[in-house]
């Protein structure tokens, strides 16, 4: 079946320093991929998405583009701020197959950015 | 225009009763999937249902689990007897009619369960 694997956390980073945080999947058909971004004791956040290869998705200063070749979303920002720390959750949903649109996630990277 | 509601926010219960999680989609949603997410791990799909239909429980626990959508009020999760175990955050998502493999999930706050 489907599935995701993230860089293990946790990541602890000074502010302005560059982040990157490793998605892979494996999927059947055409996945659409997603970060998702939980802040403490919240819900989920979608934080942006790419539905076919070479996409670039991009959102609050994170971008991740969409690699078929390696089958990869890296998530990446410049320059982080204190308030991005969270968890970081990438995502494969695959709805032409017989998958419903249920989404697959990874494990979550803990994203600690320090003053 | 309201996000999705779950309630309760927190649920404590004892070993062998049962814990009922609502979840009310944003307005316009027709499709309602449950998550649940353990200690230190990430979510995990549990169903996905449309108005009065299961469509997909393939990540339900074979027993004391169970979800509704009704055609009026709200979806709900249903554990009955419950062990230590499933003590987690459970998480609701709606997407609208028509949804495509593209489409956002609209996620919930969660409902934390603390089984004693």
């Known amino acids: 079946g489907d599935s995701v694997t993230q860089m293990e956390g946790p990541v602890t980073l000074s502010e302005e320093a560059f982040l990157t945080i490793n998605c892979t999947y494996t999927a059947t058909g055409y996945p659409s991929l997603f970060w998702y971004v939980q802040y403490p004791g919240e819900g989920l956040q979608l934080l942006l998405k790419a539905t076919k290869a070479d996409d670039k998705g991009s959102n609050k200063g994170f971008e991740a583009t969409y690699r078929k070749e390696t089958t990869s979303f890296h998530l990446e920002k410049g320059s982080v701020q204190v308030s991005d720390s969270a968890v970081y959750f990438c995502a494969v949903s695959d709805r032409d197959s017989s998958n419903t649109g249920k989404l697959i996630f990874g494990q979550g990277t803990t994203l600690q950015v320090k003053p | 225009n309201a996000g999705v509601m779950q309630n309760p926010r927190h649920l404590v219960r004892r070993r062998g009763q049962e814990a009922r999680l609502r979840c009310s989609p944003m307005?316009?949603?027709?499709?309602v999937y449950w998550y649940r997410q353990l200690p230190e791990e990430g979510l995990k799909f549990m169903v996905y249902?449309?108005?009065?239909?299961?469509?997909?429980e393939s990540g339900m626990p074979k027993e004391r689990f169970s979800a509704e959508f009704p055609k009026e009020g709200p979806s709900i999760l249903r554990i009955q007897q419950v062990v230590r175990g499933d003590s987690a955050a459970y998480f609701c998502a709606s997407s609208p009619p028509n949804s495509g493999r593209g489409d956002e999930q609209f996620f919930g706050p969660g409902t934390r369960l603390t089984v004693l």
């Open positions: 249902l449309q108005k009065e239909n299961i469509i997909d």
């Open positions: 307005k316009g949603h027709s499709h």
